[in-house]
């Protein structure tokens, strides 16, 4: 297990600039096409085949190597919602006004 963490953490930065760069553009509703664009951009330089649907998100149909014919789905909001998201952190809250991605975490009352 020790070495898959390993493994993760070499990704970490990667990961953090991904998430900077969507937090930074955040786009409200089910028409994200700055979003979809830097997720297709992203996937192709993989070498994946992306699809994007414009009210619906970007797939990729990847296929396995096991042959045990399951299929499996990863599922993420890429929605910002109508909010001003208010931080200190490092990096810019958003070009949008009055929009963030503040992680779908439910706001404390007051």
Same mark, same amino acid.
């Given at each position: 297990?020790?070495?898959?963490?390993?493994?993760?953490?070499?990704?970490?930065?990667?990961?953090?600039?991904?998430?900077?760069? /969507?937090?930074?553009? @955040? $786009? !409200?509703?089910?028409?994200?096409?700055? #979003?979809? =664009?830097?997720?297709? &951009?992203?996937?192709?330089? /993989?070498?994946?085949? @992306? $699809? !994007?649907?414009?009210?619906?998100?970007? #797939?990729? =149909?990847?296929?396995? &190597?096991?042959?045990?014919?399951?299929?499996?789905?990863?599922?993420?909001?890429?929605?910002?919602?109508?909010?001003?998201?208010?931080?200190?952190?490092?990096?810019?809250?958003?070009?949008?006004?009055?929009?963030?991605?503040?992680?779908?975490?439910?706001?404390?009352?007051?």
């Amino acid at each position: 297990m020790h070495g898959q963490n390993h493994q993760m953490e070499d990704y970490l930065p990667i990961m953090m600039e991904h998430r900077r760069r /969507l937090h930074s553009r @955040p $786009e !409200v509703g089910l028409e994200l096409p700055e #979003t979809h =664009r830097y997720l297709r &951009t992203q996937l192709e330089s /993989l070498g994946l085949s @992306p $699809e !994007v649907h414009p009210a619906g998100g970007v #797939t990729v =149909r990847m296929n396995g &190597t096991s042959g045990s014919g399951r299929v499996r789905i990863l599922r993420a909001d890429m929605d910002a919602l109508p909010v001003e998201e208010r931080t200190d952190l490092p990096y810019p809250r958003g070009d949008v006004q009055r929009a963030g991605r503040p992680c779908k975490r439910p706001a404390p009352d007051g």
